[in-house]
């Protein structure tokens, strides 16, 4: 479906968490605030049903009676590929979900609205008050040749457009806020095929509604011992002017929105169009093409709400990936606009005991924070081990540097060097991510 899909520009407003510049559809994405990110006041958890329609437009809202529908639990077990747990695995903490093994950020919901020719509206809302993002599945796009569909925020400032003849069953790039708008647009038909058109239209059967902050599912026990100590991580914002190396470096990292309700990071690996993630995090080019990824997704002030706009664009083929190591390497679409966060660089040495690091992440899907600060604020950001245990002996390198759930996937980087020494995916204090000298030579043909 978005392969195809054209553009649509939207004004830039001060809205909840707007976001823009996807791979289907791109505004202006500088560097000016938009909205804020805290949570919304405090509604129910509720299933979701149709009332109050309208010839034109309905909306969507929050009602009881109806079912929600679960997102699909995967096997814990492993592939083929998946390496022996060893033992004390169960004593070790993935920053994710424990039925996943991601961290949820959302829930999915059984809708069955359609928006036809001769039946339905033209037009839809789909309202969950309080929800951060609506993301709509489209399992049926029939349309006559010349007509499309948009899917927007109510200003039109984030908008995605879908022509007649994309591919059924695909999720639509999500909408930032809580309220989404679905609207079939048609041209004018000279040859009146009023006979046809009974069985044409645009019928969404799922929803995936973001959590409010403070409805995020726990990763499991273990999670809350990824900090280690008081939590020293702050807004990436807050280095831009005291620590501009780390802020800047920052700026190649990305949220990850997967199967519309799970969060991971991915970083940008060198100056051709590569991410990597965790393996745990996503494995498969089919789960890749229908995953988000969200640059700029950061503060515009520091210990403030406001948020810049960030670019989405979709991720697109696997290129690599190891079970064992607990990497994937990635591309994406549309990856000239992403270009300008720039990226980070895989340090082919082993770091010492006691060399500061720093930890770009979005913990819990908060927009980007760095763990380890310079000097005094490095705090408990050092190497502790660098020859320690993960899926493999002598695989990571262990460190007390502060993630959370979500934080999967994150770059850890040397001070000294300013390159990655480590991909995060282990908490439970001390924490540790796989070696970066070990995935720089795994990945060099790709890099």
């Not at 109806?66 to 022996?84: C, G, I």
């Not at 948009?150 to 695909?170: F, H, K, L, M, W």
């Not at 038909?189 to 058109?197: A, C, H, I, M, Y």
Request: glycine share 10%.
């Amino acid at each position: 479906m978005r392969r195809k899909t054209g553009i649509v520009i939207g004004t830039c407003a001060a809205v909840a968490l707007v976001a823009t510049a996807g791979a289907v559809a791109r505004s202006h994405t500088d560097d000016r605030p938009v909205g804020t990110w805290h949570e919304a006041p405090g509604v129910a958890r509720t299933p979701v049903a149709v009332h109050g329609q309208s010839p034109a437009a309905t909306t969507v809202v929050p009602e009881a009676g109806r079912a929600l529908e679960k997102a699909p639990a995967r096997s814990a077990e492993p592939s083929e590929t998946r390496a022996a747990q060893r033992p004390g695995d169960g004593d070790r903490r993935l920053e994710s979900a424990p039925a996943t093994r991601r961290q949820r950020i959302g829930e999915l919901l059984r809708v069955d609205r359609l928006l036809g020719y001769l039946v339905g509206p033209s037009k839809e809302r789909f309202r969950y008050p309080g929800a951060s993002y609506v993301k709509l599945h489209l399992d049926r796009m029939a349309l006559l040749p010349g007509d499309y569909v948009t899917v927007s925020n109510p200003e039109g400032t984030e908008s995605y457009r879908y022509d007649a003849g994309d591919a059924d069953g695909r999720w639509a790039m999500s909408i930032t806020g809580d309220t989404a708008v679905l609207e079939v647009h048609r041209a004018v038909n000279p040859l009146g095929l009023g006979s046809v058109l009974g069985s044409l239209g645009v019928h969404v059967d799922r929803i995936a509604r973001g959590f409010k902050r403070n409805e995020s599912v726990p990763a499991g026990p273990g999670r809350e011992e990824s900090v280690c100590g008081a939590d020293t991580s702050t807004d990436a914002v807050c280095y831009q002017s005291k620590d501009a190396v780390a802020y800047t470096k920052s700026k190649a990292i990305s949220r990850l929105l997967i199967n519309g309700t799970e969060l991971c990071t991915a970083w940008r690996a060198g100056p051709k169009n590569r991410l990597v993630t965790n393996n745990h995090c996503l494995t498969t080019s089919d789960e890749a093409y229908d995953t988000e990824v969200w640059f700029n997704y950061q503060c515009a002030r520091c210990g403030g709400y406001d948020v810049f706009k960030p670019t989405k664009v979709w991720g697109d083929k696997v290129l690599a990936t190891d079970r064992v190591l607990d990497y994937t390497l990635f591309t994406v679409d549309a990856f000239t606009s992403i270009e300008k966060f720039g990226y980070l660089t895989l340090d082919t040495a082993r770091p010492a005991r006691g060399q500061a690091l720093y930890v770009p992440q979005h913990p819990a899907g908060e927009p980007t924070r760095i763990a380890g600060g310079q000097g005094d604020r490095a705090g408990n950001c050092a190497v502790d081990n660098p020859d320690y245990t993960g899926y493999a002996t002598h695989s990571d390198v262990s460190y007390f540097c502060d993630t959370a759930g979500g934080s999967s996937g994150s770059p850890v980087l040397s001070r000294a060097t300013n390159k990655v020494v480590a991909l995060h995916h282990f908490g439970g204090c001390p924490n540790s991510g796989v070696r970066g000298d070990l995935l720089a030579n795994r990945l060099r043909a790709h890099l």
